[in-house]
T-cell receptor
Framework: QKEVEQNSGPLSVPEGAIASLNCTYS??????FFWYRQYSGKSPELIMFIYSNGDKEDGRFTAQLNKASQYVSLLIRDSQPSDSATYLC?????????????FGKGTKLTVNP | DVKVTQSSRYLVKRTGEKVFLECVQDMDHENMFWYRQDPGLGLRLIYF???????EKGDIPEGYSVSREKKERFSLILESASTNQTSMYLC?????????????FGPGTRLTVL
């Protein structure tokens, strides 16, 4: 099982809809979960992080974490064309030695006007 | 604003050449990282450093080495470049340890090895 798995997409939603991005992870010891956004040709930038089970909201973005199911998701409400990007899920892991961040392969989101 | 800079945006090298990729951060961050990003494979950690003169192997260290002589600078070295090292290389830094902190990425260096 890969350490961090995401649906590669592409995921296409109409403007104004809710986009739902999902991520599962394999290391039960993981405690920190990050969502990065990467526009085409640009570097990743952090949009959300979550440490505790439940929901965390920041504007139009909500991160959801379920440690028992080893599942983390990102909801984008009222999606805008400017949200079109690849979303990377990242999870801390100590497998194999020192703690590091393990990234999923990303889900490409397209928001259609 | 945190700024992470990388020495080149685009680089073309020949097989067998020694290649240096430089990364500098201006926020006094303790931790620095080198990743490569390839289509279908995502971001993969090559090496990282939690302190000056300290380095640790990531998931794909083969064919690479690093140097961190000063806190703000982290260099990635390809001792003998090969075509399978053609990739986008991203440097990142963070203030605190991985568990608690955001990583700030540089603009990336697209390396082509011919």
């Amino acid at each position: 099982q890969k350490e961090v798995e995401q649906n590669s997409g592409p995921l296409s939603v109409p403007e104004g809809a809710i986009a739902s991005l999902n991520c599962t992870y394999s290391d039960r010891g993981s405690q920190s979960f990050f969502w990065y956004r990467q526009y085409s040709g640009k570097s990743p930038e952090l949009i959300m992080f979550i440490y505790s089970n439940g929901d965390k909201e920041d504007g139009r973005f909500t991160a959801q974490l379920n440690k028992a199911s080893q599942y983390v998701s990102l909801l984008i409400r009222d999606s805008q064309p400017s949200d079109s990007a690849t979303y990377l899920c990242a999870v801390n892991s100590q497998r194999g030695g020192s703690e590091k961040l393990v990234f999923g392969k990303g889900t490409k989101l397209t928001v259609n006007p | 604003d945190v700024k992470v800079t990388q020495s080149s945006r685009y680089l073309v090298k020949r097989t067998g050449e020694k290649v240096f990729l430089e990364c500098v951060q201006d926020m006094d961050h303790e931790n620095m990282f080198w990743y490569r990003q390839d289509p279908g494979l995502g971001l993969r950690l090559i090496y990282f450093s939690y302190d000056v003169k300290m380095k640790e192997k990531g998931d794909i260290p083969e064919g690479y080495s690093v140097s961190r002589e000063k806190k703000e600078r982290f260099s990635l070295i390809l001792e003998s470049a090969s075509t399978n090292q053609t990739s986008m290389y991203l440097c990142a830094s963070s203030l605190f340890r991985v568990r608690y902190d955001e990583q700030f990425f540089g603009p990336g260096t697209r390396l082509t090895v011919l």
